[in-house]
């Protein structure tokens, strides 16, 4: 009997197609079928040869449910995701495993480890809070509050679009007691040519008018 096909969750990097793994490609090239978020498969397209399943949030129980079929009949399938698929798809894998018993994950670079090298700290030195998740993000706030209250570390936060961008974010931390003064960094559309470097007070953040991409990431430098 022939050996179950598995489906393959990949982290295809921070943006730039330049950060996709080499067995991130190899896997790409080899698919039958490639699915994901239309701006998450841009930055795979280089190595996609089979055919794109393009994802939203309206039909991607839909989507999820063909590879699943396509799977079962003997097809290299993979679902694509931004960054690192072990950072903030968590739910998308879980989606994914719901449908299908054989998942593998595979790793890819960050948006987190850019900022990093970005801001000139490592990650051993600091704590990553992800608000990009649909659940109830309210501990996740107590727990930024707490740290920048503690100031031992690095914070680098991963904003949920649309509703948490930096500016709320940073409402948020006024009105939780952060001082006004507090330094925070965030970087915007990370290994694009559009990429950004905005740095302000704590304060100057949550007036800003500024429209951030939803591709943004915060740096919060030890205190």
């Known amino acids: 009997m022939p050996e179950e096909q598995r489906i393959v969750v990949l982290g295809v ?3 730039h197609p330049q950060y996709l793994s080499v067995i991130g490609s190899e896997l790409l090239w080899q698919a039958h079928a490639v699915a994901g978020f239309a701006a998450v498969l841009k930055s795979a397209e280089p190595w996609i040869h089979g055919e794109k399943l393009v994802m939203d949030y309206k039909n991607q129980e839909l989507v ?3 590879i699943a079929a396509r799977a079962a009949r003997g097809e290299r399938c993979v679902v694509c995701a931004a960054g ?9 894998i879980a989606r994914v495993r ?5 998942v593998d994950v595979i790793p890819g670079i960050s948006s987190v480890q850019v900022a990093a090298a970005r801001a000139g700290i490592t990650l051993e030195e600091s704590l990553v809070i992800s608000l990009h998740q649909r659940a109830e993000v309210g501990a996740d706030m107590v727990e930024l509050t707490e740290e920048l209250g503690r100031g031992r570390r690095n914070i680098i936060v991963l904003i949920r679009p649309w509703d948490l961008m930096p500016p709320d974010i940073a409402r948020g931390l006024l009105s939780a007691g952060i001082a006004a003064a507090r330094p925070v960094s965030v970087f915007e559309e990370l290994t694009l040519e559009t990429e950004k470097l905005h740095s302000f007070a704590l304060e100057e953040l949550a007036r800003s008018p500024y429209k951030f991409s939803d591709r943004s990431v915060m740096v919060f430098p030890r205190a």
């Open 84 to 92: 690192d698929s072990c950072v903030s798809a968590g739910e998308l």
């Open 13 to 15: 990097g921070p943006g």
């Open 98 to 102: 719901r449908r299908w018993r054989l």
């Open 64 to 66: 999820l449910e063909a």
